[in-house]
């Protein structure tokens, strides 16, 4: 014969019960690997998108910005980037004309008037302390976004900052080899000067991509 249970035993059981199911499921809950949410890569879809995560970026930053960037789109946040002057960040922009940026140490690529003339779209990269990274494509005009792309990913942003910083540096010493009068510094700069990377399919793809956009 059983005897009854009162009801506050019964609701003590149920608690402890319900009390180690949910340690159970926690335990196991955090053995599942998920993927850092800072690894996803966000598309971008339209040009006002774009060049406002560019200002939140912008307003971010902690340390150092790096920009690879077409002159008419560096026009449109160039007081955004003066305003940083008074922030004691490292500011290093890449662009294809010269242009003088109050706080921020511009390098001017020497094949910059060729690109602009050539390339049927306008480009910025953006990296922000190695933390996050931003990529986009724009049409000539300047009125439509082709490719627009924002992570945070660590892995991704440092790589990205490291690769922009190392081209930046190149850059600065090209323009000063061109100076010097030496055979062997004239073939170097003739191999960083080449066309042949312009002949790579991927580029080719690229380029079919934005003429037909265009027509």
Known sequence: QYAPIKLEALLHLMEK????????????????EKPFKSDRIFQIKSRVQLFEKVREMLGRAEQVILMDIFPDLLQEIKSEIEVLSSKNLKIHIKTYRSTAIEGAD???DARGEAILSDYPG????IS???MEQLTGLISKDRQTLHHGIWTES???SLMNHFGMKSEMDLDRIVTRLRQRDDPELRQILKSYTSEAKYSLPGYQKLMKQLSKKGE
Do not use: N, P, Y
């Not at 019960?17 to 599942?32: G, H, P």
């Not at 306008?122 to 990269?125: A, D, E, L, R």
């Open 154 to 156: 660590s892995f991704l």
């Open 128 to 130: 922000i302390d190695g």
């Open 106 to 108: 511009v390098i001017v």
């Open 122 to 125: 306008q480009w910025i990269k």
């Open 17 to 32: 019960r319900f009390a180690r199911q949910k340690d159970l499921i926690k335990t196991e809950l955090s053995m599942i």
